[in-house]
């Protein structure tokens, strides 16, 4: 076979699974938590009374007057319903005969192993909510929280709950000074971290660098320290508290506040097109009622499921489907803290199959790299207790679903590809395992009560164009900390103020399901990850040597994208590969290693229109090698002129 013909042989099996559907199992279909294909019309003919019904899964204090209440682009849930998190997602398993069944079993990275009964959540959350409060945190007050995956990461957050703190989780992949920045947006009044965490078998010294964002943060009053492994650190005596020790003198029962529907529930923080990170504020009942809901239904929870979401507890998937929704549900999760490739490229698949894993959810870049890594590593494994799979983050691409759903789920189980953001704080597009087919590379369609439309610029339905969410939903974004403005200029003015601007690119076919085609603002998504090029840019330019920079994604085999920097600069500064070197962990000193540049390109100049905008699509090209094959002729002025006269007259024409 010639190159030629074979790659288009690749070109057609591409296509062909792309067209391919696959219906759910028969015999998973059969005891499926929702087996009947009526949920959706009950649900469109009257959502709120939908959510209604879903919100009666919690534990409320007081019952709601109203469903919604709606003054777009503001929304109120479960107006005056009185509820509390930390007491949905402990208290009442306690006291309804879930006392003794696992809620957390963790793993650490060096193979340490801990189980958490809800009984043991139920004591350890109830005592740091007392050292909290002995310690001067009250309701409204906001508590940075900056661990590694450790169980006190969850304990710390639900403890804030209970006493109505308003958390603000840090990445632990974040540097010092994102923290800072994040701390001081807050106004946090508590630092909550450890003296450190192991990432493929390094310690990652979190205290040590907690520290110096602690130099420029006067809003913080006390620091608490798990201690994770003995790691050497400072205290400052008066502010630092050990978490073990203010426990052992802990009263052990605290009562929980009884929090508004409204009251914020956290603050997290994500990337958008400014150099500014968002802090996105997401309130209790909706949220509560959005996130547990979707848990049930997507992933068809049961009572003896153990349930694996492998995400860091730093990013809104952690918040959602490790802490909030899994706990509100009574189940038992899974927590692993390190890497998939430590000690062995087995090591995801080697914990399946201890703990007899049921429900597995992913993201794609994590896909791509098994499937890189080889087929040998899950082959070794006995996975057959795995029954649900799902993934989130970017979207994947039909040869990683493909591979996922033969190699991992052995054509036995369902894969779920779930479509959400931060702002949404739920699932929205997806498919309901039991009833609905899958179709690769599509997340599928709107969850029951949730309305989604592809417009067009105009706001006109469209085959394909942006993704809108037209109607409002539970756990829904209700604004952007410190910035009211920002979140209605965002999300809500693209085309009118009850229409919600996701930022992403979509088709849709006629069968109704939706395909996500990546992000349409300068919001990269590296390994799942978000990162705005703004930031980097702000980053870059940060360095002393640097006279302007613009960033771009790339595409990349394993992380979806990679980042792309472009540099010009200042007079008396050469352009090095020492140069390069040192501004790439500029970066990761700024922002942290998830939004270090795989490269540094210098140019004379950066390209722009005439109206002075940075042509990114010619970056793209070049950093892709499409349009240079020696990129140091970017210095040449002569050449960048006459790529951007190609691309002007491309992009006039
Ligand atoms: C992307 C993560 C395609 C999308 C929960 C979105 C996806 C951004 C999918 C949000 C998916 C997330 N298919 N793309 N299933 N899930 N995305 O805020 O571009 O970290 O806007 O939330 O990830 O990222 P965030």
Redesign the pocket.
Known sequence: MSDDSAGREQDLSRLLVEERVFQPPPDFAAGAVVADPSVYERAQADPEAFWAEMAEQLDWYEKWEEVLRWDPPHAEWFVGGKLNACYNCVDRHVHNGRRNQAAIIWEGEAGERRTLTYWDLYRETNKLANALKSLGVAKGDRVAIYMPMIPELPIAMLACARIGAIHSVIFGGFSSEALRDRILDAGAKMLITADGGYRRGQIIPLKHDADYALRETPSIEHVIIVERGRFPLRIVSGRDHWYHRLLQEAESYCEPEPMDAEDILYTLY?SGTTGQPKGIVHTTGGYMTGVLATLRWIFDLKDDDVYWCTADIG???GHSYIVYAPLAAGATMLMYEGAPDWPERDRFWQIVEEHGVTIFYTAPTAIRAFMKWGNQYPQAHDLSSLRLLG??????NPEAWMWYYEHIGRERCPVV???????TGMILLTTLPGIDYMRPSY?GHPFPGVSAEVLNEAGEPAASGYLAITRPWPAMLRTIYNDPERYVEQYWTKWDKATYF???GAKREEDGYFG?L??VDDVL?VS???IGTMEVESALVDHEAVAEAAVVGVADEVKGQAIAAFVTVKEGNEPTPELSEQLRSHVVDKIGAIARPQSVMFAGDLPKTRSGKIMRRLLRDIAQGQVLGDVTTLADASVVEELKRRYEEQEDG
Do not use: F, K, Y
């Not at 993934?391 to 994947?396: A, K, L, M, S």
């Open positions: 994500t990013w809104v998937t993934t989130v983050g970017e979207p994947i590809d779930t479509w959400w953001q931060t702002e997340a996701t930022s992403d996500l990546g992000r998504n799942g990850h978000r």
